[in-house]
């Protein structure tokens, strides 16, 4: 299983960060090493700026290799929640270094995933709010009609490089909003109103 991340989907959060709209899906990986699925988050001490990005998380269900756009929604069927988490202060040496990102996104637990996933057929993918709290307050809110690349063209550009396998997650973009989190913090993710995870920061 192998956990892929696309970078600036979402042109409000691509501005927060100084960063130009991509023409293309920036993507990235993150091992499964990386994967946290419990309450309880360590905040590693290796950081002193960990910035939550909650993100819509596509769960591949079928092999695919050079899949074309039209027929990228045969590729899954179930929609999660999960944070991107990323550590900004390493991100920005290693930007300016021109080092690449793992350092600051691919360390263990930092990807947060629902263990709720929900049936596409449920959901309209081209509208889609989800949000994130922070202690009860809302600090992220997005709905994938402001996506830049749909799930599907995102589908479709990954696999022309990277074939896909089953139980493969993407992780599909974040919107404006994201911010430190720290001790004692306690976020929780929606899609539209159902709550899919709760996280605890120790
Ligand atoms: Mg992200």
Not at 13 to 40: C, G, Q, W, Y
Not at 47 to 52: N, R, S, V, Y
Request: hydrophobic letters at 40%; proline letters at 4%.
């Amino acid at each position: 299983m192998k956990i892929i991340c696309i970078g600036r989907n979402y042109a409000d959060h691509a501005k927060e960060m100084n960063s130009p709209v991509p023409k293309e899906p920036i993507f990235f990986m993150k091992p499964d090493t990386a994967l946290h699925r419990e309450v309880d988050f360590y905040l590693p001490d290796f950081t002193k700026d960990l910035h939550h990005e909650i993100e819509i998380v596509v769960k591949i269900n079928k092999v695919g290799k050079n899949i074309e756009p039209q027929f990228a929604s045969g590729y899954y069927t179930e929609i999660g929640l999960g944070i991107d988490f990323t550590a900004r202060d390493i991100q920005k040496i290693c930007k300016e270094s021109g080092l690449p990102w793992e350092k600051a996104k691919a360390f263990d637990s930092s990807a947060v995933l629902s263990n709720t996933f929900i049936d596409k057929s449920k959901l309209d993918l081209t509208n889609l709010s989800f949000s994130l709290t922070n202690n009860g307050t809302v600090v992220q809110k997005g709905t994938t009609a402001n996506m830049i690349f749909s799930i599907d063209q995102i589908i479709a550009h990954i696999s022309k490089y990277v074939t896909l396998k089953v139980g493969d997650l993407i992780y599909t973009g974040t919107p404006e909003g994201v911010a430190s989190v720290k001790i004692g913090d306690q976020l929780s993710g929606f899609i539209e109103d159902q709550k899919l995870f709760d996280l605890k920061v120790l």
